[in-house]
């Protein structure tokens, strides 16, 4: 990992300045069904509701549909027997208000179970993912998120160590499956699966960094559950206060038992890693009370925020105006 001072700042501005487009928007959300759901779909869209004869998936649930729709796509997916969960779970992809609106539709009643939030962050070229990679791991601070700190994946070695797995920095909840995260992809024409299904892009194809916010039902915004019914999430996702609640870019400052901004971050990830902010926080809190009081915004990162910001506020009005639109 790189630790000196000027390499890091040096590369953190590169990194930035090769960001060339900040795209949020909505992407996954499933919703816990009631009744006979799944049978209305299939009623409505007849033989373009493609069942799956292969199960797929893992754990309570196995995937046994997928409907192509003039809407959008629409998975799935059954519980196994005995499973302590509902018995169908319908999951969307590149979920837009015209979907949302049709499942309302079907189902008025369906309740939204969860929901990723994700920001696209688009770069010149492939050589700049890992260097935008490294610097949002370095810089990120999830306030609501004291878990896990994971970094899954291989390092960038050369152009010739393909095919690897994209690296992946995940941070969990204190309890709960769901996850923050950032990592490494390319357009979706261009995904390959490996062997055991997990999706992966070669080198050459990677030209993004996606952070990506999952919520579930539980998830609060100024004492408000984010996720309710599937018509109120259509009058309004929140894409821009769910971002800036969730994604911070933090510093220490007023200690000299911290590092600076530029220091070397020696703190370890739980998979072992340094350079990583996450991390470096929860060990703060051996070191000093309440490192909470010497945060401040990281100064590198500020202007990259703000862009991130904006582009979830532009993802919340272009999702208004796909709400206004007539129905076909």
Not at 30 to 47: C, H, N, T
Not at 70 to 76: A, N
Not at 188 to 217: M, N, Q, S
Not at 240 to 266: Q, T
Request: charged letters at 30%.
């Amino acid at each position: 990992m790189i630790r000196n001072s000027r390499i890091v700042r040096r590369l953190t501005k590169r990194a930035l300045s090769k960001v060339a487009e900040v795209n949020a928007h909505v992407h996954r959300v499933s919703f816990s069904a009631p009744g006979d759901v799944d049978q209305q779909l299939f009623r409505i869209f007849g033989e373009k509701a493609h069942k799956v004869e292969q199960d797929i998936g893992s754990g309570w649930y196995r995937c046994k549909a997928v409907i192509h729709s003039y809407y959008g796509r629409l998975v799935l997916f059954y519980g196994q027997p005995f499973a302590p969960m509902p018995n169908v779970v319908i999951q969307t992809a590149d979920t837009s208000p015209r979907l949302m609106r049709f499942i309302g539709n079907v189902a008025p009643d369906i309740l939204v179970s969860s929901a990723e939030f994700a920001v696209d962050l688009v770069v010149r070229d492939p050589e700049s993912v890992a260097d935008l990679f490294y610097a949002i791991r370095r810089n990120a601070y999830f306030p609501r998120w004291r878990g896990e700190i994971l970094l899954l994946g291989d390092s960038f070695s050369g152009w010739g160590d393909v095919p690897q797995l994209n690296r992946v920095y995940k941070v969990r909840p204190v309890s709960g499956s769901r996850a923050i995260k950032a990592y490494e992809r390319g357009p979706d024409r261009l995904r390959r699966k490996a062997v055991d299904g997990t999706p992966f892009w070669f080198r050459e194809h990677l030209d993004r960094v996606r952070i990506e916010v999952t919520l579930g039902r539980t998830d609060m915004i100024d004492g408000k559950r984010v996720l309710g019914g599937v018509n109120d999430f259509l009058a309004t996702p929140k894409i821009r206060d769910v971002i800036a609640r969730n994604v911070h870019f933090k510093r220490f400052e007023g200690s000299r038992l911290l590092p600076g901004e530029f220091g070397s971050y020696k703190a370890l990830d739980d998979s072992g890693y340094d350079q990583c902010f996450q991390a470096e926080y929860r060990e703060a809190k051996e070191l000093v009370q309440n490192p909470s009081q010497y945060l401040r915004e990281a100064s590198c990162m500020t202007g990259f925020r703000q862009r991130l910001l904006v582009a979830a506020e532009t993802a919340d009005w272009e999702w208004r105006e796909g709400v206004a639109e007539p129905v076909e």
